[in-house]
């Protein structure tokens, strides 16, 4: 029962992972997700057994391994040129926005 709960688990995380990136647009352009179910369940599992026999030493391995995989089957389909993509963002941009939380004390950090 434990196993059919973890794979159910494995499953949504990974179908709203790739949903979410398949969602994703900037401008004309849009990301592609094409994360697995069977591998995602695999990379848990190997990664936990091996964290549990390593005493934890290894869960920095495990997340760079499960992260590099997300960042594998991501990918930016681009419709416009990238120098417009990249430049899409930089508008004169002013600090009353951040003078203003700081007035009424509201912390705001990425």
Known sequence: MNLIYLFFTIYVQTA???????????????????????????????????????LGLLIPWASIRITRYRFENLSLHLKDDMESFLGWGNANVGAAGEEIGDMFGIDIGL
Request: net charge positive.
């Open 16 to 54: 709203l992972a790739n949903l979410t990136w398949q969602g994703t647009r900037i401008r004309n352009s849009r990301f592609s997700s094409t994360l697995r179910v069977r591998d995602m369940a695999w990379l848990y599992l190997s990664s936990a057994a091996a964290i549990f026999l390593s």
